[in-house]
């Protein structure tokens, strides 16, 4: 078994729609280890983990954060969680660029 640390997804602002940022690959389980938001000027962010085969829907929403400006917020909700393969982190703002999403875990294949 081998375990990589890695950044899952490097820092952008998280698209104005339902998104998937990351997902585990095949043969690959995923552990949240960091979850990190920051809104420049104020923002909202719903963060869902979904099962592989699953839509992001209120089932699996785990976290609503509204950030104030200027805000980081690391998302304690999130990590340890983890990803089966296809598993998938998606993430939904409330408006164009208000949250600048980053995340680091570790995949063990």
Known sequence: MTV???CL?????????QTTQYTA???TRTIIDKFTG????????SVNLVASG?????LN????KTLAANE?????ELVGHILNPGDF??????????????ISGRETT
């Open 4 to 6: 990589t640390a890695k």
């Open 9 to 17: 997804l490097e820092a952008k602002y998280a698209e104005n729609a």
């Open 25 to 27: 690959a095949a043969g």
């Open 38 to 45: 920051y809104s420049p000027a104020g923002g909202t962010l």
């Open 54 to 58: 699953a839509s992001a829907a209120a």
């Open 61 to 64: 929403l785990k976290v609503v």
């Open 72 to 76: 980081t917020y690391t998302f304690p």
């Open 89 to 102: 982190i998606s993430t939904l703002p409330g408006g164009a660029s208000t949250v600048v999403i980053r």
